[in-house]
């Protein structure tokens, strides 16, 4: 049976979302990439560790014996190196990302604009953000494989007290990387490659629009199953570019204001892990939303009651918010 070719574009709004929806498939694309190689080399650290434990002497006080500890420290270090690499490659690639979610949508859809002037290839975009976010993950990144070693020489410094058996402290090492590095990794990457193709595609929404009044940017929520209710509650919302999108805060009693998903200036706990996006918008595209579907009013309220019940709180009574 012959697969059926999509539909060709017949509107500006059509094209725009035609192309918005290509770079998003190529974003979850690169993050599933970038999160199995950050686990490939993690694991393979851990092989390398229990390989050095494995070979180590018998006798608990040969345990700190300075070879050992040094061995560990390499490896931290080499680890911290790989991880490092890896992320920088991501968030760059992220970041063009970013800047194709503006180009790409306006370009598809120029031919059938009145003004096809005003989509015209955007300039030159600021690197130096991309730069000092990838110094940032890299020291970031550096701390959590610091940290990683210190839990394991910990681990090693139980046997030599007599408090465990030098295979309790390899189960412990088995559990510690795997689990609390990983993880550690994965939120600071995460958050990070957001950080990126969001910083990019707003710096690349204000160049277009200091040349078409029209633009505009708009929130999308991220559609993972366990996401922030008032994340999902401001999906749909369409901000000028230059002003920032208002958001309900998380308890539900304030407002706050980010001016994209994973804003760099926004309070922490706004930032990691979010995995939403700002696209551009105009109101002659007819276009709602581009990619996934909205919540309704019912759903957002069940994730809501969920959020406060998984962290013991009572929900206030609050209109804030509303679109």
């Known amino acids: 049976m ?3 070719k999509p539909d060709t574009p017949r509107t500006a709004g059509q094209a725009a979302k035609a192309a918005l929806l290509q770079v998003m498939r190529e974003r979850v694309a690169l993050w599933a990439d970038v999160d199995a190689e950050l686990g490939r080399m993690i694991e393979q650290a851990l092989l390398t560790v229990l390989g050095q434990l494995a070979r180590a002497p018998s006798d608990y006080q040969q345990w700190v014996l300075p070879r050992l500890v ?5 490896v931290g270090d080499e680890l911290a190196v790989q991880l490092g690499t890896a992320a920088a490659g991501g968030l760059r690639q992220a ?13 598809a859809a120029a031919p059938f604009e009145l003004q096809g002037s005003a989509s015209a290839a955007l300039g030159q975009v600021d690197l130096r953000q991309l ?14 494989t610091a940290e990683m070693v210190q839990q394991i020489n910990r681990q090693l410094g139980q046997v030599v007290l007599g408090v465990q058996s030098p295979f309790d402290a390899m189960q412990a090492v088995q559990t510690l990387m795997p689990e609390k590095t990983k993880a550690q990794v994965r939120g600071i990457v995460t958050s990070n490659l957001g950080t990126a193709f969001n910083t990019a595609s707003w710096q690349a929404l204000a160049a277009q ?46 407002q706050v204001e980010l001016m994209y ?9 706004e930032v990691i892990h979010c995995g939403c996006v700002a696209l551009p918008w105009k109101a002659g595209w007819k276009m709602k939303r581009a990619t996934i579907q909205a919540y309704s009013p019912a759903e ?24």
Do not use: C
């Not at 040094?70 to 390499?74: A, D």
């Not at 998903?261 to 706990?269: E, H, M, N």
């Open 300 to 323: 957002i309220a069940a994730r809501r009651e969920k959020a406060a019940q998984a962290e013991g709180k009572r929900l206030p009574k609050t209109g804030v918010g509303k679109r």
């Open 131 to 144: 730069r000092a976010l990838q110094a940032v993950n890299t020291d970031r990144i550096s701390g959590a």
């Open 2 to 4: 012959a697969t059926r």
């Open 70 to 74: 040094e061995g560990l420290r390499r």
């Open 209 to 254: 629009a200091a040349r078409d009044p029209e633009i505009r940017k708009q929130w999308r929520r991220s559609g993972k199953l366990h996401s922030r209710w008032n994340h999902d509650l401001a999906d749909g919302q369409v901000q000028p570019v230059d002003q920032p999108f208002v958001l309900v805060s998380a308890d539900g009693r304030s």
């Open 261 to 269: 998903p994973a804003d760099p200036a926004a309070p922490v706990g």
């Open 95 to 107: 970041w063009q990302l970013g800047e194709r979610a503006v180009s790409l949508p306006l370009m």
